[in-house]
């Protein structure tokens, strides 16, 4: 069992999703965690989880494309843990279903400013910590979606692409200072993101679920994976027993990315 004792970690996003899977996974590991989310109720939510379960954990409102906010987000977590070691971007919005010449600029920045610009922000906050004491562990949860050219996702491929490379120039500047820096590559998980019914028609609500189910179906693995498989390798990553990987991209997808599917016509 990955042990991250004495450890203290930040989640970004994690009131859902894969986010609170790796808030409880690194609780369970005994990491003491900040949960951050713009949604309070669902971050209190998993606090109250991450208590149950015996774990600690606070719950700070942070939106990740607000400077001041990220601030705070690290103050606080240094204020109440006594310090910082674990920090995983995660916090992450999808750009809907649209093609370059149909998104409006407002809306494309916005999926940049929330994605790319988020991990930007906290980890920007989170290194003077790392480099007291020369030890720090980022994950970014980067997407199969910043590997490849997927349909109709203009802006969430930009976003998720900039995530990648970002951490290969995170970790050439601050391997040296003892900080590592991974990204994970998620394929299609069983969660909310793109697909919140308070945001969508029943129409629009249906047809993304449908969506989703048939391109996880055509990969190898032939299913979406649950928020905890992603969770589980996160935790990996920042424990010690990761201690030679940094700038490494993780595909944890069910070998979407392996190959193109050829169903019946593979010859
Ligand atoms: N679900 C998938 O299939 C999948 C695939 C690849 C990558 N990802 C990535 O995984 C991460 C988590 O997504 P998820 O699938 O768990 O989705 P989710 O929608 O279930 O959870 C995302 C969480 O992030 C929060 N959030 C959104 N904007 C925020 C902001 N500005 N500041 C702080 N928090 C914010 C949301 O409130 C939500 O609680 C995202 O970065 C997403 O792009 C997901």
Redesign the pocket.
Known sequence: MTNLSGKVAIV????????RATAMRLAVAGAKVTV????VD?GNRVVEEIKAAGGQAIFVE????NEEHVKNLIDTTVATFGGLDILVN?????GGQLRTHEIDHADFMRVLA??IG?TFLCTKYALPHFLKKNDGRIVN?????GLIGAPKAAAYCAS?GAIINYTRQLTVDYAPEGIRINAI?????D???GR?KSTLSDEQYEAAVARREKAAAMQPIGR?AQ?IEVANVAAFLVSDEASFMTGAIVTVDGGCVTTFNYGEASN
């Open positions: 970004t996003g994690s009131g859902n999703g894969i986010g951050s989310d713009v949604l669902d942070a939106d990740v494309s995660n916090a992450g919005v999808g929330i994605n988020g949860i980067a997407s199969t979606y998720k590559c998620p394929g299609y998980i969660t909310n993101l919140r979406q928020p």
